[in-house]
Protein backbone atom coordinates (compact mmCIF):
# COMPACT_ATOMS: atom_id res chain seq x y z
CA UNK A 1 0.00 0.00 0.00
CA UNK A 2 2.99 2.56 1.38
CA UNK A 3 4.31 1.48 -2.30
CA UNK A 4 1.81 2.31 -3.78
CA UNK A 5 1.07 5.91 -2.61
CA UNK A 6 4.02 7.40 -2.31
CA UNK A 7 4.47 8.08 -5.73
CA UNK A 8 1.37 10.45 -5.74
CA UNK A 9 1.73 12.78 -3.05
CA UNK A 10 -1.22 14.82 -4.75
CA UNK A 11 -3.92 12.22 -4.07
CA UNK A 12 -3.63 12.86 -0.20
CA UNK A 13 -3.64 16.79 -0.42
CA UNK A 14 -6.72 16.63 -2.59
CA UNK A 15 -8.76 14.98 -0.14
CA UNK A 16 -7.40 17.59 2.50
CA UNK A 17 -8.65 20.04 0.26
CA UNK A 18 -11.98 18.47 -0.12
CA UNK A 19 -12.35 18.14 3.67
CA UNK A 20 -11.22 21.68 4.70
CA UNK A 21 -14.51 23.69 2.99
CA UNK A 22 -16.46 21.02 4.62
CA UNK A 23 -15.66 21.78 7.66
CA UNK A 24 -15.63 25.22 7.20
CA UNK A 25 -19.74 25.14 6.15
CA UNK A 26 -19.89 22.67 9.66
CA UNK A 27 -18.41 25.39 11.34
CA UNK A 28 -20.70 28.17 10.77
CA UNK A 29 -23.68 26.28 12.91
CA UNK A 30 -26.96 26.43 11.89
CA UNK A 31 -29.14 27.81 15.11
CA UNK A 32 -32.40 26.79 13.89
CA UNK A 33 -31.59 23.09 12.08
CA UNK A 34 -29.66 22.12 15.46
CA UNK A 35 -32.72 23.88 17.55
CA UNK A 36 -35.49 21.49 15.25
CA UNK A 37 -33.45 18.52 16.19
CA UNK A 38 -32.81 19.09 19.84
CA UNK A 39 -36.79 19.45 20.14
CA UNK A 40 -37.08 16.46 17.90
CA UNK A 41 -35.27 14.18 20.14
CA UNK A 42 -36.90 15.46 23.21
CA UNK A 43 -40.30 14.67 21.67
CA UNK A 44 -38.81 11.19 21.15
CA UNK A 45 -37.77 10.37 24.23
CA UNK A 46 -40.37 12.19 26.32
CA UNK A 47 -42.86 9.10 26.33
CA UNK A 48 -40.18 6.36 26.87
CA UNK A 49 -39.15 8.75 30.03
CA UNK A 50 -42.23 9.05 31.32
CA UNK A 51 -43.38 5.68 31.17
CA UNK A 52 -39.98 4.84 33.03
CA UNK A 53 -40.60 7.53 35.50
CA UNK A 54 -43.66 6.67 36.32
CA UNK A 55 -43.33 3.11 36.75
CA UNK A 56 -41.52 4.24 39.88
CA UNK A 57 -44.41 6.39 41.01
CA UNK A 58 -45.51 5.30 44.77
CA UNK A 59 -49.19 6.62 43.46
CA UNK A 60 -51.57 5.95 40.81
CA UNK A 61 -50.97 8.74 39.03
CA UNK A 62 -49.54 9.54 35.62
CA UNK A 63 -48.95 12.96 35.54
CA UNK A 64 -47.79 13.72 39.63
CA UNK A 65 -45.15 12.19 40.81
CA UNK A 66 -45.18 11.17 44.66
CA UNK A 67 -42.24 9.61 45.39
CA UNK A 68 -40.45 6.80 44.39
CA UNK A 69 -41.49 3.27 45.23
CA UNK A 70 -40.40 -0.46 43.38
CA UNK A 71 -44.67 -1.11 44.14
CA UNK A 72 -46.11 -1.26 40.59
CA UNK A 73 -42.97 -3.69 39.52
CA UNK A 74 -43.66 -6.09 42.45
CA UNK A 75 -47.41 -5.82 41.64
CA UNK A 76 -45.97 -7.16 38.11
CA UNK A 77 -43.99 -9.73 39.95
CA UNK A 78 -46.90 -11.20 41.58
CA UNK A 79 -49.58 -11.29 38.22
CA UNK A 80 -49.71 -14.24 37.63
CA UNK A 81 -51.93 -13.66 34.16
CA UNK A 82 -49.25 -11.09 33.42
CA UNK A 83 -46.19 -13.78 33.85
CA UNK A 84 -47.99 -16.85 31.90
CA UNK A 85 -48.16 -14.16 29.09
CA UNK A 86 -44.51 -13.22 29.54
CA UNK A 87 -43.47 -16.47 29.20
CA UNK A 88 -45.85 -17.18 25.97
CA UNK A 89 -44.13 -14.23 24.21
CA UNK A 90 -40.73 -15.21 24.67
CA UNK A 91 -41.58 -18.80 23.87
CA UNK A 92 -43.47 -17.80 20.87
CA UNK A 93 -39.99 -15.09 19.82
CA UNK A 94 -37.54 -18.01 20.44
CA UNK A 95 -39.12 -20.44 17.85
CA UNK A 96 -39.73 -17.70 15.35
CA UNK A 97 -36.58 -16.73 15.67
CA UNK A 98 -35.28 -20.14 15.05
CA UNK A 99 -37.89 -20.77 12.69
CA UNK A 100 -37.34 -18.04 10.02
CA UNK A 101 -33.74 -17.46 10.64
CA UNK A 102 -33.55 -20.99 9.60
CA UNK A 103 -35.65 -20.50 6.61
CA UNK A 104 -34.23 -16.94 5.92
CA UNK A 105 -30.76 -17.92 5.80
CA UNK A 106 -31.53 -20.80 3.40
CA UNK A 107 -33.42 -18.63 1.20
CA UNK A 108 -30.82 -15.48 0.91
CA UNK A 109 -28.27 -18.04 -0.35
CA UNK A 110 -30.54 -18.99 -2.82
CA UNK A 111 -32.02 -16.18 -4.03
CA UNK A 112 -28.21 -14.40 -4.39
CA UNK A 113 -26.60 -17.33 -6.19
CA UNK A 114 -29.68 -18.94 -8.48
CA UNK A 115 -29.73 -17.43 -11.54
CA UNK A 116 -33.21 -19.02 -12.32
CA UNK A 117 -36.83 -17.75 -13.03
CA UNK A 118 -37.81 -19.59 -10.12
CA UNK A 119 -35.21 -16.92 -8.11
CA UNK A 120 -36.78 -13.79 -9.47
CA UNK A 121 -40.76 -15.23 -8.44
CA UNK A 122 -38.91 -16.33 -4.94
CA UNK A 123 -37.07 -12.63 -4.84
CA UNK A 124 -41.25 -11.39 -5.49
CA UNK A 125 -42.89 -13.28 -3.10
CA UNK A 126 -40.55 -12.54 -0.41
CA UNK A 127 -40.94 -8.70 -1.09
CA UNK A 128 -44.64 -9.07 -0.41
CA UNK A 129 -44.89 -8.85 3.56
CA UNK A 130 -42.85 -6.01 3.44
CA UNK A 131 -45.35 -4.07 1.44
CA UNK A 132 -48.06 -5.25 3.14
CA UNK A 133 -49.24 -3.47 6.18
CA UNK A 134 -49.81 -5.75 9.51
CA UNK A 135 -53.07 -5.42 9.79
CA UNK A 136 -53.77 -7.01 6.54
CA UNK A 137 -51.31 -9.74 6.94
CA UNK A 138 -52.69 -10.16 10.59
CA UNK A 139 -56.61 -10.68 8.79
CA UNK A 140 -55.10 -12.65 5.86
CA UNK A 141 -53.17 -15.25 8.80
CA UNK A 142 -56.58 -15.15 10.49
CA UNK A 143 -58.48 -16.51 7.69
CA UNK A 144 -55.91 -19.06 6.55
CA UNK A 145 -56.13 -20.47 10.54
CA UNK A 146 -60.25 -20.15 10.55
CA UNK A 147 -60.75 -21.66 6.66
CA UNK A 148 -58.40 -24.47 7.62
CA UNK A 149 -59.95 -25.25 10.36
CA UNK A 150 -57.46 -24.70 12.86
CA UNK A 151 -58.35 -23.04 16.38
CA UNK A 152 -55.82 -19.75 17.07
CA UNK A 153 -53.55 -20.95 19.60
CA UNK A 154 -49.69 -20.22 20.70
CA UNK A 155 -48.85 -22.44 17.66
CA UNK A 156 -50.90 -19.99 15.54
CA UNK A 157 -48.97 -17.19 16.44
CA UNK A 158 -45.78 -18.67 16.42
CA UNK A 159 -46.38 -20.14 12.56
CA UNK A 160 -47.65 -16.23 11.59
CA UNK A 161 -44.75 -14.84 12.82
CA UNK A 162 -42.47 -17.20 11.00
CA UNK A 163 -43.74 -16.19 8.25
CA UNK A 164 -43.78 -12.38 8.27
CA UNK A 165 -40.25 -12.53 9.82
CA UNK A 166 -38.66 -14.44 6.81
CA UNK A 167 -38.61 -11.58 4.40
CA UNK A 168 -36.64 -9.10 7.33
CA UNK A 169 -33.79 -12.27 7.64
CA UNK A 170 -33.83 -12.43 4.24
CA UNK A 171 -33.52 -8.59 3.50
CA UNK A 172 -30.67 -8.12 5.72
CA UNK A 173 -28.76 -11.15 4.82
CA UNK A 174 -28.89 -10.97 0.88
CA UNK A 175 -26.71 -7.88 0.74
CA UNK A 176 -23.85 -9.61 2.79
CA UNK A 177 -24.23 -12.52 0.88
CA UNK A 178 -23.83 -10.58 -2.12
CA UNK A 179 -20.84 -9.12 -0.60
CA UNK A 180 -19.08 -11.89 -0.26
CA UNK A 181 -16.85 -13.23 -3.05
CA UNK A 182 -17.81 -15.89 -4.84
CA UNK A 183 -14.37 -16.73 -5.42
CA UNK A 184 -13.52 -17.94 -2.23
CA UNK A 185 -15.92 -21.19 -2.44
CA UNK A 186 -14.78 -21.40 -5.76
CA UNK A 187 -11.48 -22.25 -4.36
CA UNK A 188 -12.60 -24.50 -1.65
CA UNK A 189 -13.97 -26.38 -4.29
CA UNK A 190 -10.73 -26.37 -6.16
CA UNK A 191 -9.15 -27.76 -3.12
CA UNK A 192 -11.34 -30.88 -3.34
CA UNK A 193 -14.74 -29.33 -0.94
CA UNK A 194 -18.06 -30.01 -2.82
CA UNK A 195 -19.97 -27.19 -2.96
CA UNK A 196 -22.26 -27.92 0.46
CA UNK A 197 -18.80 -28.20 2.20
CA UNK A 198 -17.98 -24.98 0.61
CA UNK A 199 -21.36 -22.84 2.04
CA UNK A 200 -21.26 -25.01 5.42
CA UNK A 201 -17.52 -24.19 6.00
CA UNK A 202 -16.37 -21.02 4.55
CA UNK A 203 -19.57 -19.03 3.51
CA UNK A 204 -22.01 -19.63 6.55
CA UNK A 205 -18.75 -18.88 8.88
CA UNK A 206 -18.54 -16.32 7.14
CA UNK A 207 -22.15 -14.60 7.66
CA UNK A 208 -22.44 -15.56 11.09
CA UNK A 209 -21.88 -11.58 12.37
CA UNK A 210 -25.33 -11.08 10.04
CA UNK A 211 -27.30 -14.22 11.11
CA UNK A 212 -27.02 -13.75 14.73
CA UNK A 213 -27.50 -9.65 14.72
CA UNK A 214 -30.87 -10.67 12.62
CA UNK A 215 -31.80 -13.38 15.20
CA UNK A 216 -31.39 -10.76 17.83
CA UNK A 217 -33.40 -8.35 15.38
CA UNK A 218 -36.11 -11.14 15.21
CA UNK A 219 -36.25 -12.28 18.37
CA UNK A 220 -36.82 -8.39 19.66
CA UNK A 221 -39.44 -7.77 16.63
CA UNK A 222 -41.34 -10.63 17.29
CA UNK A 223 -41.55 -9.90 21.41
CA UNK A 224 -42.81 -6.07 20.67
CA UNK A 225 -44.96 -6.83 17.92
CA UNK A 226 -48.54 -6.63 18.44
CA UNK A 227 -50.84 -6.88 15.60
CA UNK A 228 -50.11 -10.26 13.86
CA UNK A 229 -50.26 -11.78 17.37
CA UNK A 230 -53.56 -9.97 18.24
CA UNK A 231 -55.30 -11.54 15.50
CA UNK A 232 -53.76 -14.83 15.11
CA UNK A 233 -53.73 -15.62 19.57
CA UNK A 234 -56.17 -17.81 21.21
CA UNK A 235 -58.01 -16.82 24.15
CA UNK A 236 -55.46 -18.54 26.89
CA UNK A 237 -52.69 -17.56 26.94
CA UNK A 238 -51.98 -14.28 25.34
CA UNK A 239 -48.65 -12.55 24.23
CA UNK A 240 -47.83 -9.89 26.45
CA UNK A 241 -48.55 -7.06 23.93
CA UNK A 242 -52.04 -8.53 23.50
CA UNK A 243 -52.19 -8.22 27.73
CA UNK A 244 -50.83 -4.65 27.09
CA UNK A 245 -53.23 -3.62 24.44
CA UNK A 246 -56.31 -4.79 26.37
CA UNK A 247 -55.25 -2.97 30.02
CA UNK A 248 -54.28 0.18 27.97
CA UNK A 249 -57.87 0.31 26.33
CA UNK A 250 -59.62 0.18 29.00
CA UNK A 251 -58.10 2.28 31.42
CA UNK A 252 -54.75 2.79 32.88
CA UNK A 253 -53.09 0.69 35.27
CA UNK A 254 -49.05 1.68 36.46
CA UNK A 255 -48.37 -2.21 36.50
CA UNK A 256 -48.35 -1.33 32.58
CA UNK A 257 -45.55 1.25 33.32
CA UNK A 258 -43.63 -1.39 34.94
CA UNK A 259 -44.16 -3.91 32.29
CA UNK A 260 -43.70 -1.69 29.49
CA UNK A 261 -40.67 0.16 30.68
CA UNK A 262 -38.95 -3.48 31.14
CA UNK A 263 -39.96 -4.05 27.96
CA UNK A 264 -38.40 -1.24 26.21
CA UNK A 265 -35.27 -1.37 28.45
CA UNK A 266 -35.09 -5.42 26.53
CA UNK A 267 -36.16 -4.28 23.21
CA UNK A 268 -33.52 -1.69 23.17
CA UNK A 269 -31.30 -3.56 24.66
CA UNK A 270 -31.46 -6.32 22.04
CA UNK A 271 -31.92 -3.94 18.96
CA UNK A 272 -28.59 -2.30 19.99
CA UNK A 273 -26.57 -5.56 20.69
CA UNK A 274 -28.06 -6.94 16.88
CA UNK A 275 -26.31 -3.31 15.90
CA UNK A 276 -23.49 -4.21 17.93
CA UNK A 277 -22.56 -7.74 17.06
CA UNK A 278 -20.67 -7.42 13.88
CA UNK A 279 -18.53 -5.08 15.27
CA UNK A 280 -17.75 -7.94 18.02
CA UNK A 281 -16.71 -9.92 15.31
CA UNK A 282 -14.10 -7.09 14.07
CA UNK A 283 -15.75 -6.79 10.62
CA UNK A 284 -17.17 -4.28 8.75
CA UNK A 285 -20.92 -4.79 7.65
CA UNK A 286 -23.47 -6.38 9.38
CA UNK A 287 -26.96 -5.07 9.91
CA UNK A 288 -27.54 -2.74 7.16
CA UNK A 289 -30.85 -0.95 8.88
CA UNK A 290 -29.43 2.22 7.85
CA UNK A 291 -29.06 2.47 3.86
CA UNK A 292 -32.83 1.96 3.84
CA UNK A 293 -34.96 -0.31 1.29
CA UNK B 1 -25.66 -9.14 -6.29
CA UNK B 2 -23.30 -8.28 -9.69
CA UNK B 3 -21.69 -11.69 -9.54
CA UNK B 4 -19.02 -11.74 -12.03
CA UNK B 5 -19.94 -13.40 -15.17
CA UNK B 6 -17.48 -16.43 -14.85
CA UNK B 7 -18.81 -17.44 -11.37
CA UNK B 8 -22.71 -17.41 -13.24
CA UNK B 9 -21.38 -19.90 -16.03
CA UNK B 10 -20.03 -23.59 -16.42
CA UNK B 11 -20.65 -26.41 -15.91
CA UNK B 12 -19.77 -26.65 -12.26
CA UNK B 13 -22.73 -24.24 -12.12
CA UNK B 14 -25.41 -25.73 -13.23
CA UNK B 15 -24.81 -28.77 -11.12
CA UNK B 16 -24.28 -25.84 -8.43
CA UNK B 17 -27.77 -24.19 -9.52
CA UNK B 18 -29.77 -27.08 -8.62
CA UNK B 19 -28.05 -27.03 -4.87
CA UNK B 20 -29.98 -23.25 -4.56
CA UNK B 21 -33.05 -24.10 -5.59
CA UNK B 22 -33.10 -26.44 -3.12
CA UNK B 23 -31.96 -23.93 -0.46
CA UNK B 24 -34.80 -21.32 -2.45
CA UNK B 25 -37.31 -24.06 -2.19
CA UNK B 26 -38.36 -24.51 1.82
CA UNK B 27 -38.42 -20.44 2.83
CA UNK B 28 -40.37 -19.85 -0.70
CA UNK B 29 -43.15 -22.86 -0.66
CA UNK B 30 -43.39 -21.66 3.63
CA UNK B 31 -44.44 -18.07 2.31
CA UNK B 32 -46.15 -18.94 -0.94
CA UNK B 33 -48.44 -21.24 1.43
CA UNK B 34 -49.17 -18.95 4.18
CA UNK B 35 -49.01 -15.37 3.07
CA UNK B 36 -49.84 -15.84 -0.49
CA UNK B 37 -52.71 -18.40 0.13
CA UNK B 38 -54.11 -16.59 2.74
CA UNK B 39 -53.91 -12.98 0.84
CA UNK B 40 -55.93 -14.82 -1.89
CA UNK B 41 -58.48 -16.25 1.21
CA UNK B 42 -59.24 -12.61 1.45
CA UNK B 43 -59.60 -11.32 -1.91
CA UNK B 44 -62.77 -14.41 -1.98
CA UNK B 45 -64.39 -14.10 1.25
CA UNK B 46 -64.60 -10.59 -0.14
CA UNK B 47 -67.37 -12.08 -1.88
CA UNK B 48 -68.64 -14.60 0.21
CA UNK B 49 -70.88 -15.45 3.20
CA UNK B 50 -70.26 -16.54 6.60
CA UNK B 51 -72.61 -19.37 8.85
CA UNK B 52 -74.35 -19.04 11.83
CA UNK B 53 -71.32 -19.89 13.63
CA UNK B 54 -69.73 -17.18 12.10
CA UNK B 55 -67.30 -19.32 10.09
CA UNK B 56 -66.10 -18.51 6.78
CA UNK B 57 -68.31 -20.16 4.12
CA UNK B 58 -67.59 -19.27 0.11
CA UNK B 59 -69.67 -18.60 -2.39
CA UNK B 60 -70.52 -15.71 -4.77
CA UNK B 61 -72.26 -12.62 -2.62
CA UNK B 62 -71.49 -9.09 -3.55
CA UNK B 63 -72.74 -7.79 -0.14
CA UNK B 64 -69.90 -7.12 0.93
CA UNK B 65 -68.54 -5.38 -1.69
CA UNK B 66 -71.68 -3.32 -2.40
CA UNK B 67 -71.24 -2.16 1.39
CA UNK B 68 -68.42 -0.41 0.80
CA UNK B 69 -70.30 2.42 -1.04
CA UNK B 70 -72.07 3.27 2.57
CA UNK B 71 -71.89 6.69 3.27
CA UNK B 72 -70.53 5.59 6.69
CA UNK B 73 -67.66 3.79 5.48
CA UNK B 74 -66.63 6.24 2.32
CA UNK B 75 -66.01 8.98 4.88
CA UNK B 76 -63.87 6.31 6.99
CA UNK B 77 -61.92 5.75 4.24
CA UNK B 78 -61.53 9.32 2.64
CA UNK B 79 -60.76 10.17 6.57
CA UNK B 80 -58.12 7.97 6.81
CA UNK B 81 -56.37 8.83 3.35
CA UNK B 82 -56.71 12.10 4.89
CA UNK B 83 -54.96 11.48 8.09
CA UNK B 84 -52.02 9.28 6.30
CA UNK B 85 -51.22 12.00 3.67
CA UNK B 86 -51.10 14.66 6.43
CA UNK B 87 -48.92 12.42 8.31
CA UNK B 88 -46.75 12.40 5.28
CA UNK B 89 -46.33 16.18 4.78
CA UNK B 90 -46.09 16.55 8.59
CA UNK B 91 -43.07 13.54 8.52
CA UNK B 92 -41.59 14.84 5.85
CA UNK B 93 -41.83 18.48 7.59
CA UNK B 94 -39.80 17.04 10.63
CA UNK B 95 -37.51 14.61 8.96
CA UNK B 96 -35.93 16.91 6.62
CA UNK B 97 -34.29 19.40 9.09
CA UNK B 98 -33.51 16.37 11.31
CA UNK B 99 -31.70 14.46 8.67
CA UNK B 100 -30.03 17.07 7.18
CA UNK B 101 -28.85 18.33 10.06
CA UNK B 102 -27.24 14.95 11.40
CA UNK B 103 -25.71 14.24 8.01
CA UNK B 104 -24.49 17.27 7.53
CA UNK B 105 -23.83 18.91 10.27
CA UNK B 106 -23.82 15.71 12.69
CA UNK B 107 -19.82 15.25 12.22
CA UNK B 108 -18.77 12.44 13.93
CA UNK B 109 -21.25 12.17 16.01
CA UNK B 110 -23.67 11.53 13.00
CA UNK B 111 -23.78 7.81 13.45
CA UNK B 112 -25.00 7.62 17.08
CA UNK B 113 -27.43 10.28 16.65
CA UNK B 114 -28.96 7.54 14.23
CA UNK B 115 -28.53 4.86 15.86
CA UNK B 116 -30.04 6.98 18.63
CA UNK B 117 -33.45 7.76 16.48
CA UNK B 118 -33.80 3.95 15.64
CA UNK B 119 -32.85 2.01 18.34
CA UNK B 120 -36.02 3.22 19.89
CA UNK B 121 -38.19 3.34 16.83
CA UNK B 122 -37.91 -0.69 16.65
CA UNK B 123 -38.94 -0.69 20.78
CA UNK B 124 -42.33 -1.82 21.43
CA UNK B 125 -44.92 0.81 19.41
CA UNK B 126 -47.71 -0.20 22.03
CA UNK B 127 -45.90 0.82 25.06
CA UNK B 128 -44.62 4.18 23.14
CA UNK B 129 -47.85 4.92 21.81
CA UNK B 130 -49.05 4.86 25.37
CA UNK B 131 -46.58 6.80 26.61
CA UNK B 132 -46.97 9.46 23.78
CA UNK B 133 -50.79 9.33 24.94
CA UNK B 134 -49.62 10.52 28.21
CA UNK B 135 -47.40 13.11 27.09
CA UNK B 136 -49.97 15.10 24.87
CA UNK B 137 -52.67 14.61 27.67
CA UNK B 138 -54.58 17.31 29.09
CA UNK B 139 -52.56 17.05 32.04
CA UNK B 140 -49.03 16.46 30.26
CA UNK B 141 -46.13 18.26 29.40
CA UNK B 142 -46.52 19.22 26.24
CA UNK B 143 -49.91 20.75 27.13
CA UNK B 144 -48.63 21.86 30.18
CA UNK B 145 -45.42 23.53 28.53
CA UNK B 146 -48.10 25.44 26.44
CA UNK B 147 -50.44 26.41 29.05
CA UNK B 148 -47.46 28.15 30.48
CA UNK B 149 -45.95 30.43 27.68
CA UNK B 150 -49.55 31.31 26.59
CA UNK B 151 -49.88 29.31 23.21
CA UNK B 152 -52.60 27.23 24.67
CA UNK B 153 -55.31 27.92 26.86
CA UNK B 154 -57.39 25.82 29.27
CA UNK B 155 -59.73 23.85 26.87
CA UNK B 156 -56.97 23.04 24.26
CA UNK B 157 -57.28 19.43 23.68
CA UNK B 158 -54.59 17.45 21.68
CA UNK B 159 -56.19 14.22 22.59
CA UNK B 160 -59.42 13.06 21.27
CA UNK B 161 -59.01 14.79 18.18
CA UNK B 162 -58.21 14.36 14.19
CA UNK B 163 -54.45 16.45 15.85
CA UNK B 164 -53.96 13.87 18.39
CA UNK B 165 -54.45 10.67 15.89
CA UNK B 166 -52.03 12.46 13.49
CA UNK B 167 -49.42 13.19 15.99
CA UNK B 168 -49.91 9.55 16.94
CA UNK B 169 -49.63 8.30 13.35
CA UNK B 170 -46.10 10.94 13.34
CA UNK B 171 -44.69 9.56 16.09
CA UNK B 172 -45.05 6.03 15.50
CA UNK B 173 -43.77 6.59 11.34
CA UNK B 174 -41.32 9.19 11.20
CA UNK B 175 -38.47 6.92 11.30
CA UNK B 176 -39.73 5.50 7.95
CA UNK B 177 -38.73 8.84 6.72
CA UNK B 178 -35.86 9.64 8.48
CA UNK B 179 -33.71 6.66 7.00
CA UNK B 180 -34.13 7.10 3.40
CA UNK B 181 -33.67 10.93 3.65
CA UNK B 182 -30.87 10.81 5.72
CA UNK B 183 -29.31 7.86 3.65
CA UNK B 184 -29.81 10.34 0.17
CA UNK B 185 -28.29 13.31 2.28
CA UNK B 186 -25.37 11.09 3.03
CA UNK B 187 -24.60 10.48 0.09
CA UNK B 188 -25.21 14.18 -1.87
CA UNK B 189 -22.03 15.88 -2.70
CA UNK B 190 -21.49 19.02 -0.58
CA UNK B 191 -19.82 20.25 -3.66
CA UNK B 192 -23.13 20.52 -5.29
CA UNK B 193 -24.49 22.77 -2.01
CA UNK B 194 -21.02 24.63 -2.47
CA UNK B 195 -21.13 25.26 -6.53
CA UNK B 196 -25.17 26.54 -5.77
CA UNK B 197 -23.16 29.00 -3.59
CA UNK B 198 -20.49 29.89 -5.60
CA UNK B 199 -23.14 30.83 -8.69
CA UNK B 200 -24.23 33.47 -6.07
CA UNK B 201 -27.44 31.47 -5.38
CA UNK B 202 -28.74 32.11 -1.78
CA UNK B 203 -29.12 29.76 1.19
CA UNK B 204 -32.82 28.85 0.03
CA UNK B 205 -32.80 29.16 -3.42
CA UNK B 206 -29.67 26.85 -3.26
CA UNK B 207 -31.80 24.26 -0.99
CA UNK B 208 -34.43 24.36 -3.59
CA UNK B 209 -32.63 24.21 -6.49
CA UNK B 210 -29.88 21.70 -5.24
CA UNK B 211 -30.22 19.72 -2.35
CA UNK B 212 -34.14 19.07 -2.46
CA UNK B 213 -33.91 18.03 -6.26
CA UNK B 214 -31.12 15.82 -5.28
CA UNK B 215 -33.12 13.58 -2.47
CA UNK B 216 -35.67 13.56 -4.32
CA UNK B 217 -35.60 9.89 -4.51
CA UNK B 218 -34.84 9.52 -0.57
CA UNK B 219 -38.41 11.77 0.34
CA UNK B 220 -40.22 9.68 -2.27
CA UNK B 221 -39.03 6.27 -0.57
CA UNK B 222 -39.91 7.72 2.90
CA UNK B 223 -43.51 8.88 1.59
CA UNK B 224 -43.91 5.47 0.89
CA UNK B 225 -42.46 4.08 3.53
CA UNK B 226 -45.09 6.20 6.04
CA UNK B 227 -47.69 5.93 3.85
CA UNK B 228 -47.99 2.47 3.90
CA UNK B 229 -48.12 1.52 7.91
CA UNK B 230 -50.02 4.97 8.29
CA UNK B 231 -52.65 3.91 6.24
CA UNK B 232 -53.48 0.64 7.78
CA UNK B 233 -52.60 1.61 11.70
CA UNK B 234 -55.81 1.56 13.95
CA UNK B 235 -53.97 1.77 17.67
CA UNK B 236 -53.03 5.75 17.19
CA UNK B 237 -56.77 6.34 16.49
CA UNK B 238 -58.05 4.05 19.21
CA UNK B 239 -55.60 5.57 21.75
CA UNK B 240 -55.40 9.20 20.74
CA UNK B 241 -58.57 9.91 18.73
CA UNK B 242 -62.16 9.66 19.69
CA UNK B 243 -65.35 7.48 18.24
CA UNK B 244 -65.26 10.08 15.23
CA UNK B 245 -61.74 9.96 14.24
CA UNK B 246 -61.75 6.23 13.38
CA UNK B 247 -59.83 5.10 10.52
CA UNK B 248 -60.22 2.03 8.39
CA UNK B 249 -58.09 0.03 10.35
CA UNK B 250 -59.78 0.41 13.51
CA UNK B 251 -63.49 -0.65 11.44
CA UNK B 252 -60.98 -3.68 9.68
CA UNK B 253 -60.49 -4.38 13.45
CA UNK B 254 -64.56 -3.92 14.28
CA UNK B 255 -65.65 -6.15 11.45
CA UNK B 256 -63.15 -9.65 12.42
CA UNK B 257 -63.98 -8.97 16.05
CA UNK B 258 -66.91 -7.33 17.21
CA UNK B 259 -68.97 -6.92 14.46
CA UNK B 260 -68.59 -10.45 12.80
CA UNK B 261 -69.22 -9.36 9.52
CA UNK B 262 -66.10 -11.56 8.21
CA UNK B 263 -66.98 -10.39 4.30
CA UNK B 264 -67.15 -6.94 4.81
CA UNK B 265 -64.17 -6.88 7.05
CA UNK B 266 -62.47 -8.95 3.82
CA UNK B 267 -63.87 -6.24 1.37
CA UNK B 268 -62.38 -3.34 3.46
CA UNK B 269 -59.22 -4.87 3.62
CA UNK B 270 -59.14 -5.45 0.12
CA UNK B 271 -59.95 -2.26 0.04
CA UNK B 272 -57.17 -0.75 1.49
CA UNK B 273 -54.67 -3.13 -0.49
CA UNK B 274 -55.56 -1.28 -3.18
CA UNK B 275 -55.18 1.92 -2.04
CA UNK B 276 -51.45 1.38 -1.06
CA UNK B 277 -51.00 -0.91 -4.17
CA UNK B 278 -51.83 2.15 -6.51
CA UNK B 279 -49.45 4.61 -3.87
CA UNK B 280 -46.30 1.71 -4.71
CA UNK B 281 -47.19 1.64 -8.41
CA UNK B 282 -46.77 5.34 -8.27
CA UNK B 283 -44.00 5.44 -6.31
CA UNK B 284 -42.38 2.61 -8.58
CA UNK B 285 -43.19 4.61 -11.91
CA UNK B 286 -41.91 7.43 -10.64
CA UNK B 287 -38.59 5.97 -9.67
CA UNK B 288 -38.19 4.21 -13.38
CA UNK B 289 -38.66 7.61 -14.65
CA UNK B 290 -35.94 8.62 -12.24
CA UNK B 291 -33.69 6.41 -13.28
CA UNK B 292 -34.21 6.68 -16.82
CA UNK B 293 -33.62 10.10 -16.99
CA UNK B 294 -30.27 9.25 -14.66
CA UNK B 295 -29.16 7.05 -17.45
CA UNK B 296 -29.20 9.55 -20.42
Not at chain 1, 186 to 191: I, K, Q, V, W
Not at chain 2, 104 to 133: D, Q
Not at chain 2, 244 to 267: E, R, T, V, Y
Amino acid sequence: MTLLRAPSPAVPERTAAKARPRRGRAGRRPRVLIAITALFFALLYLPIAVVGLFSFNSQKSLTVFDGFSLRWYRAFAHDDLLLSSLGTSLRISLVAMAGSVLLGVALALGLVRCRTRLGSLAGLIMLVPLITPEIVTGVASMLLFKGLGVPLSTGTVMLAEITFSISYVTVILRSRVAALNPEVEEAAMDLGATRWQAVRLVTLPALLPAVLASAVLIFALVFDDFVLAYFTTGVDPQPLSVRIYSAIRFGVQPTINAVGTLMLAGSIALIALALFIPRLFGRRGGLDLLSGK
Amino acid sequence: MALPRPFTRGRRDTSGNRMWVWLMLPGTLWMTGFLIASLVLVAVLAVGTTDELGNPRFGFDLAGVRALADPAYTEVMARSLGYALLTCLICLLIAYPVAYTIALHGGRYKHALIAAIVVPFFANYLVRMYGWSVVLSDDGPVLRTLRAVGLADGGTKILNSGLGVVAGLVYGFVVFMIIPLYAALERLDVSLIEAGRDLYGGPVRTFFFVTLPATRQGAAAGLVLVFLPAMGDFVSAQLMGGPDQIMIGNLIQDKFFQGQNWPLGSALTMLLMLVLLIGMLGYLRRTRKDEAEARR
